[in-house]
């Protein structure tokens, strides 16, 4: 009994992982599909750490892909200046980490729908300074051209090597998330969501653990928009405006916000729709339309909420039967 519960929780990870690192090798010979599993690995990060800041902290940051952008940008200047890619990585993402989080810090006193009012005219501020700071992000013409990341041995990271490093990425992101929901962090973060007044009166410092949620939430913004520029090979501001931090949003509480794996499902369902449907402009917004008004109709807690109340209606069901074993 011991062995299976512990087995268990480990099943979940396990099997993402395989299939995180399978994709890439099975659209190995089909650039363009395994294009489009590569952009669904980054939005499973994106969604891990928007799931972080909005499923379990209670804070909806439209700044998100603001904070992303502003990774690729550091990390294009950075390797345009000869650095190497593996250096300009962490610098921009604790670079555009630290901008967001004294960005957001006035809203991390506001509550609801003023945060996400104080984010949404932050992301509109970001993406302003993108296009009107020419001189350093080439304005709404974008950079193109971005190189690939050179490897140590020589070479490039291009193809498959590239796919494997986004799966690797992703798999730590979804593991990342586990550990600090697991741990008296994520604890401290579930209930300043549930009341932030009564953790208060607990004597958990809410502002200051938004404030470390909001940090850790951004590095997973800020490491993936550095995957993505030179991976995408193009960035300019519309790369990273509302409609993206909308649509990483959507992919959360289309899984279902406050799990971890609702916005991995999220993503895998709604990532790769933009791409597979991008010559049906017309089918591929009704459609994305009609899958999430269908969840929040049918579903309003996301796809994995529906799980989670099946296995707690199966527990009343297996107590009778356990008492029943027992007894004999």
Same mark, same amino acid.
């Given at each position: 009994?011991?062995?299976?519960?512990?087995?268990?929780?480990? #099943?979940?990870?396990?099997?993402?992982?395989?299939? +995180?690192?399978?994709?890439?090798?099975?659209?190995?010979?089909?650039?363009?599909?395994?294009?489009?599993?590569?952009?669904?690995?980054?939005?499973?990060?994106?969604?891990?750490?928007?799931?972080?800041?909005?499923?379990?902290?209670?804070?909806?940051?439209?700044?998100?892909?603001?904070?992303?952008?502003?990774?690729?940008?550091?990390?294009?200047?950075?390797?345009?200046?000869?650095?190497?890619?593996?250096?300009?990585?962490?610098?921009?993402?604790?670079?555009?980490?630290?901008?967001?989080?004294? #960005?957001?810090?006035?809203?991390?006193?506001?509550?609801?729908?003023?945060?996400?009012?104080?984010?949404?005219?932050?992301?509109?501020?970001?993406?302003?300074?993108?296009?009107?700071?020419?001189?350093?992000?080439?304005?709404?013409?974008?950079?193109?051209?971005?190189?690939?990341?050179?490897?140590?041995?020589?070479?490039?990271?291009?193809?498959? +090597?590239?796919?494997?490093?986004?799966?690797?990425?992703?798999?730590?992101?979804?593991?990342?998330?586990?550990?600090?929901?697991?741990?008296?962090?994520?604890?401290?973060?579930?209930?300043?969501?549930?009341?932030?007044?009564?953790?208060?009166?607990?004597?958990?410092?809410?502002?200051?653990?938004?404030?470390?949620?909001?940090?850790?939430?951004?590095?997973?913004?800020?490491?993936?928009?550095?995957?993505?520029?030179?991976?995408?090979?193009?960035?300019?501001?519309?790369?990273?405006?509302? #409609?993206?931090?909308?649509?990483?949003?959507?992919?959360?509480?289309?899984?279902?916000?406050?799990?971890?794996?609702?916005?991995?499902?999220?993503?895998?369902?709604? +990532?790769?729709?933009?791409?597979?449907?991008?010559?049906?402009?017309?089918?591929?917004?009704?459609?994305?339309?009609?899958?999430?008004?269908?969840?929040?109709?049918?579903?309003?807690?996301?796809?994995?909420?529906?799980?989670?109340?099946?296995?707690?209606?199966?527990?009343?069901?297996?107590?009778?039967?356990?008492?029943?074993?027992?007894?004999?």
């Amino acid at each position: 009994m011991t062995k299976r519960s512990t087995a268990l929780p480990l #099943l979940p990870p396990a099997l993402f992982a395989i299939a +995180a690192f399978a994709a890439p090798l099975v659209f190995a010979n089909e650039r363009y599909f395994a294009f489009v599993v590569g952009m669904t690995l980054i939005h499973v990060l994106w969604a891990s750490g928007m799931n972080l800041l909005y499923g379990f902290t209670g804070l909806m940051p439209l700044m998100f892909a603001g904070i992303a952008g502003i990774s690729a940008y550091v990390v294009v200047a950075l390797t345009s200046s000869g650095w190497s890619f593996w250096l300009a990585l962490p610098v921009g993402a604790v670079v555009a980490s630290v901008i967001g989080t004294v #960005l957001g810090l006035p809203s991390l006193r506001l509550k609801g729908f003023y945060f996400t009012l104080c984010s949404l005219v932050i992301q509109t501020v970001i993406t302003l300074a993108f296009v009107y700071f020419s001189n350093l992000t080439n304005g709404d013409t974008g950079i193109s051209q971005i190189p690939l990341p050179s490897l140590p041995g020589g070479g490039v990271l291009s193809g498959l +090597a590239y796919d494997l490093v986004l799966a690797g990425a992703a798999v730590a992101g979804v593991l990342i998330l586990i550990g600090l929901t697991q741990s008296n962090f994520g604890r401290r973060l579930v209930a300043i969501r549930d009341d932030d007044g009564l953790a208060e009166m607990l004597g958990i410092d809410v502002t200051r653990q938004k404030l470390a949620a909001f940090f850790i939430g951004s590095l997973f913004a800020a490491v993936g928009g550095a995957l993505y520029a030179p991976y995408v090979g193009f960035i300019s501001p519309r790369s990273f405006d509302v #409609l993206v931090s909308l649509n990483i949003w959507l992919m959360v509480a289309f899984g279902g916000r406050g799990t971890i794996w609702g916005p991995v499902i999220g993503a895998v369902l709604l +990532a790769p729709v933009p791409y597979l449907l991008q010559d049906y402009y017309m089918i591929k917004d009704v459609l994305y339309g009609l899958l999430i008004i269908a969840v929040i109709v049918l579903i309003p807690g996301g796809i994995a909420s529906a799980f989670h109340r099946r296995a707690a209606a199966d527990k009343p069901a297996a107590a009778p039967r356990l008492s029943e074993e027992a007894g004999r």
